[in-house]
C-alpha cells in the first residue's frame, strides 16, 4: 500500500502569496512589538515600577478612578493579576481601593495625592521616552499606523475570519 502523500507547503515560499504577506505582517508586527515594549519596560524598571503596575498608575492618572474590572479590560490582565498590581500600588501608597457608591460588590481604584505627585513627575519622561521609541515613523506614518493597526485588531476581534480564498491545507 503505498504512503500518502503529504501535501502540506514545504516552505513559506510554497504558500499562497496572500499567506506569505500575511504572515510576514505577523513575524514583523510582533517583532516591533516586542522592540517597543522591552523601552517601555525598561523605562518601568527605571522608575521602580513593573509594566503592569505603571500601565495601571498611568489608566488611573489620565482617567480618575476607575473600577478594577475595567482597568482589568483595560491593561489586558486576569483579575488575579489586576489584583495583585493593585495591592502592590496600595502597599506603595500610590493608589487606594473605593467603595462604589451604588454597588457593593464594585470596587474602584484611585491615585492616592503621592501616587498623582508621582505620575506628575514621571509621565511627561515616560512619554518622550515612547515617542523618541515611534521615531522610526514621522507623525504621520504614525498615525496611518494607527489607523491600520486599529482596522486589523477590530477584524481579528471579530473573530478573524478566514478569507473566502485562503484555504486550509489538508494534513
Known amino acids: 500500500m503505498a504512503k500518502p502523500r503529504d501535501t502540506a507547503p514545504a516552505t513559506t515560499a510554497d504558500l499562497p502569496t496572500e499567506q506569505q504577506v500575511a504572515l510576514k505582517l505577523w513575524v514583523t508586527l510582533a517583532r516591533a512589538y516586542n522592540a517597543v515594549q522591552q523601552l517601555a519596560i ?10 503592569g503596575e505603571f500601565a495601571v498608575l498611568e489608566l488611573l492618572y489620565h482617567r480618575g478612578p476607575t473600577l478594577l474590572g475595567d482597568i482589568q479590560k483595560r491593561i489586558l490582565v ?49 512619554a518622550a521616552r515612547i515617542t523618541a521609541a515611534m521615531h522610526g515613523l514621522g507623525a504621520r506614518d504614525q498615525r496611518e499606523a494607527t489607523r491600520l493597526l486599529t482596522q486589523l485588531g477590530l477584524a481579528a476581534a471579530d473573530g478573524g475570519a478566514v478569507a473566502p480564498d485562503v484555504r486550509s491545507t489538508p494534513t
Do not use: C, N, W
Not at 525598561?42 to 509594566?51: C, K, T, V, W, Y
Not at 495583585?84 to 506603595?92: A, E, G, S
Open 42 to 51: 525598561a523605562d518601568a524598571r527605571r522608575d521602580g515600577f513593573s509594566i
Open 78 to 126: 486576569s483579575s488575579g493579576g489586576i489584583t495583585f498590581l493593585v495591592d502592590r500600588l496600595v502597599d506603595k501608597e500610590l493608589v487606594e481601593r473605593r467603595d462604589a457608591p451604588d454597588d457593593r460588590r464594585a470596587r474602584y481604584a484611585a491615585l492616592t495625592p503621592d501616587g498623582t505627585r508621582t505620575m506628575r513627575r514621571l509621565f511627561p519622561r515616560h
